[in-house]
T-cell receptor, first 115, second 111 residues
Framework: DSGVTQTPKHLITATGQRVTLRCSPR?????VYWYQQSLDQGLQFLIQ???????AKGNILERFSAQQFPDLHSELNLSSLELGDSALYFC??????????????FGPGTRLTVL | GENVEQHPSTLSVQEGDSAVIKCTYS??????FPWYKQELGKRPQLIID?????GEKKDQRIAVTLNKTAKHFSLHITETQPEDSAVYFC??????????FGGGTRVLVKP
């Protein structure tokens, strides 16, 4: 167990809908990262937040947004869902801003299925 | 930006043999190289990492080597066991915060 928690574990929804994924980092970690992993695909970095502020952005669609709250938990919002958004969404956390050798620890993931 | 290539994409080995996975990276500023193991439907788990000031690191049956000049690094698993079967991802981090992952290697250890 990495100490990173994610809810829900599974999510099934329809095209055009909006969902929110939640992540709680390890105790004391200030950075949260979101990744998307499609079937048989690698890990695609979406976005990073550090202590409430957006720190780095990857291949995140405009339909997706995220935020980190004062208690450091983070939410990833996915809207106008399409079939291609079906994937595993992982959250990871690290102690610091993420530079240098800051190690990232992954949560168990949320499996999103869009029908 | 950083680009990480990983080979092979699949690797089948006999139990007890060694497995080697290779990765190349493009950004010479990269200074941190972790390896993650992911079992089916589960989270990636860090198994070993190496910093750019070190050429080799070993942890029991797992070792990682780094060649900064050639910009490649490798994962070596010795005396493979069935529980080593999983997908392995390499990653590289340059200046900044983004960790770029390779495409993954599916390792199958046959008993």
């Amino acid at each position: 167990d990495s100490g990173v928690t994610q809810t829900p574990k599974h999510l099934i929804t329809a095209t055009g809908q909006r969902v929110t994924l939640r992540c709680s980092p390890r105790s004391g970690d200030l950075s949260v990262y979101w990744y998307q992993q499609s079937l048989d695909q690698g890990l695609q970095f979406l976005i990073q937040y550090y202590n409430g502020e957006e720190r780095a952005k990857g291949n995140i669609l405009e339909r997706f947004s995220a935020q980190q709250f004062p208690d450091l938990h983070s939410e990833l919002n996915l809207s106008s869902l399409e079939l291609g958004d079906s994937a595993l969404y992982f959250c990871a956390s690290s102690p610091r801003q993420g530079g240098g050798t800051d190690t990232q620890y992954f949560g168990p993931g949320t499996r999103l299925t869009v029908l | 930006g950083e680009n990480v290539e990983q080979h092979p994409s699949t690797l089948s080995v006999q139990e007890g043999d060694s497995a080697v996975i290779k990765c190349t990276y493009s950004d010479s500023a990269s200074n941190y190289f972790p390896w993650y193991k992911q079992e089916l439907g589960k989270r990636p788990q860090l198994i070993i990492d190496i910093r750019s000031n070190v050429g080799e690191k070993k942890d029991q049956r797992i070792a990682v080597t780094l060649n900064k000049t050639a910009k490649h690094f490798s994962l070596h698993i010795t005396e493979t066991q069935p529980e080593d079967s999983a997908v392995y991802f390499c990653a590289a981090k340059a200046a900044g915060n983004k960790l770029t992952f390779g495409g993954g290697t599916r390792v199958l250890v046959k008993p």
